[in-house]
């Protein structure tokens, strides 16, 4: 099969190093680049090229963002060509249009590598849909936050230092907001609810960070036996769905707890599977690669995988439901005192936890929310 790789940064390479190494059945053909960067003879600056070459089968986009990408995925569908993605943001915005474009013109379109890099989550999530509903899922989708948490908590650094190790790393961007704001999971999150629920999942859920996260709230926590990890979550029940991202105290003797570094793990629950777990890195040239050539490797034995967002559920806020614990120098609601500085303020769904914690951001702009698991 040969193939052509729009974006030829950390992902592309490790695409193209990954197929030329292990895939012989699958040849990269066409590179697009920038016009100041065609340092291989498969490269071009032009797309037309490759959306016009009827030996180019599939696509592979991982450049980012919302444009071009759109209009490339768009233009390769409608070409007939199968479509596979790592860029999150851009099937976040545009999934339902995507679908439909792989439908009506009998291709595929594969997004494993955009949520989660290597863990075969969205494959996971496709093959228990074929016997259950997913009633939940959970976890811990962005390696970045997760390793500046680890290092605040395990080296007892201030956010700022840990973020401009993550930076150093390259775990984390120049402009981090994307990671630390909780954009990045709040797309990976609507990706996961699209596949898990059958649904077009809503773009406007509460969505808050860990911008404000100091070492003393993790102390505090730590002090009530919990560990915070930013969190995407998603519910459906009868009929309904809801989601959130969010900072969420975990017991310190979970599995998501102890997770490590930039590692994710992400959790679902079935009806008749029960609870699964999924381990493994979140990001990275090759982990992320590896995902992407998976699917290329579907596409090339018959996979045409086909998203149905006609269940017609109904976004319920109600369904994720929580206790909450407030740092802020004010509180203008009704609270118990939990700690230094910090206030439990009860059965708040996370809509309405979002919207309190702005109010408080006014006064306090250093404000922190996490919110508590469910006692039983």
Known sequence: MNIALLGYGTVGRGVDDIIRSRVPDVSVVRILELPDRLTDPRMTSNYDQIVSDQNIELVVECMGGIEPAHTFIAQALSAGKHVVTSNKAVVAAHFAEF??????????????????????????????????????????????????????????????????????????????????????????????????????????????????????????????????????????????????????????????????????????????????????????????????????????????QVYDFSRGLTYDPTLLTSDYVFRSSTMPVAADAWAPGMWLVRNRTATQARSLFERLQQEDPTAFMAALPKEG
């Open 99 to 304: 679908a439909q474009l792989a439908t009506a013109n009998d291709v595929a379109f594969l997004i494993e590598a955009a949520v989660a890099g290597g863990i075969p989550w969205i494959a996971s999530i496709e093959k228990v849909r074929r016997i259950d509903e997913v009633r939940s899922f959970s976890g811990i989708m962005n390696g970045t936050t997760n390793y500046i948490i680890d290092s605040m908590r395990r080296e007892e650094l201030d956010f700022d230092v840990a973020l401009g190790r993550a930076q150093e790393l390259g775990y984390a961007e120049r402009d981090p907001s994307a990671d630390i704001d909780g954009i990045d999971v709040a797309n990976k999150t609507i990706l996961s609810a699209c596949v898990a629920f059958d649904v077009d999942c809503v773009r406007d859920l509460p969505v808050t960070g860990i911008r404000t996260l100091t070492k003393t709230d993790l102390n505090q926590f730590a002090s009530h036996g919990l560990m915070v990890k930013l969190f995407g979550r998603g519910v459906c029940k009868d009929g309904s769905y809801a989601v959130a991202v969010e900072p969420v105290a975990i017991t310190q003797y979970s599995l998501e707890a102890a997770v490590p570094s930039n590692f994710n793990l992400v959790s679902l629950e079935g009806f008749t599977v029960g609870p699964l777990k999924f381990y493994g890195q979140g990001a990275g040239s090759l982990p992320t690669g590896n995902a992407i050539v998976q699917d290329v490797i579907d596409v090339m034995r018959g996979r045409r």
